[in-house]
């Protein structure tokens, strides 16, 4: 069985009085330790299937695994607990706290998560310099760079050590450059033994996984 699979999975929408299936009779599986770039025109259902891969969706029918955890039959709270514990997101939008600093804003996992107290602050420290910004720890996102926000996001997205990082167009709003520090430092936590699962509209970008899923209209081709 690999680390995360999915067998069979649907994941259908209401709009009006129509259904629409966004991912359809999907099967697929990652192995531990892989990079996986997941490439698709807009609308093609990658987003949706990160989603679905993050718990942050249910399949409509079949299953979605992570570590023999089947999601779909998860309560709220053990789904939350459950990405807590394995995953890291990284969005296009960085989505940071505007008045907290960067290490506050990295500090956030830590808040829910008991023993750290004392201690959170330091992991949080050491998360940012895992991303080169432990000396701008103190700087609220409107003082840093598009490309050192988004190396906060995921410095906040590692520092509960979870096993799998899911990334959605995590370079779409940087310059080429930029970008390319971002996927050198996913790339590197690939190397440390995180599975990653990366959405992206770049060839270039996905050529720095080590396998490409295309999808197309739902389906994996």
Request: net charge negative.
């Amino acid at each position: 069985m690999s680390f995360i699979e999915l067998k069979n999975v649907t994941k259908t929408f209401h709009a009006g009085d129509e259904d629409y299936a966004a991912i359809r009779n999907v099967s697929l599986g990652i192995a531990s330790g892989e990079f996986v770039a997941v490439m698709g025109p807009s609308g093609s259902g990658k987003s949706t299937l990160l989603a679905l891969l993050g718990g942050l969706s249910t399949a409509s029918s079949g299953t979605v695994a992570v570590d023999g955890i089947d999601l779909g039959s998860l309560s709220p709270n053990r789904l939350a607990d459950f990405r807590r514990e394995y995953l890291g997101f990284v969005f296009q939008s960085f989505y940071l706290v505007p008045y907290l600093t960067a290490i506050e804003n990295v500090m956030l996992p830590l808040t829910v998560q008991p023993g750290l107290n004392g201690t959170a602050k330091a992991v949080a420290l050491e998360a940012l310099r895992t991303v080169g910004l432990d000396r701008k720890a103190g700087r609220l996102p409107s003082q840093l760079s598009g490309g050192e926000q988004e190396r906060v996001a995921i410095a906040r997205a590692v520092v509960n050590k979870p096993p799998v990082i899911l990334a959605d167009e995590p370079t779409g709003n940087l310059d080429t450059k930029t970008g390319d520090q971002v996927l050198d430092l996913l790339q590197g936590l690939n190397a440390a033994g995180n599975t990653i699962v990366m959405v992206t509209h770049s060839k270039e970008n996905a050529l720095r996984a080590g396998r490409t899923i295309e999808i197309r209209d739902g389906e994996i081709g």
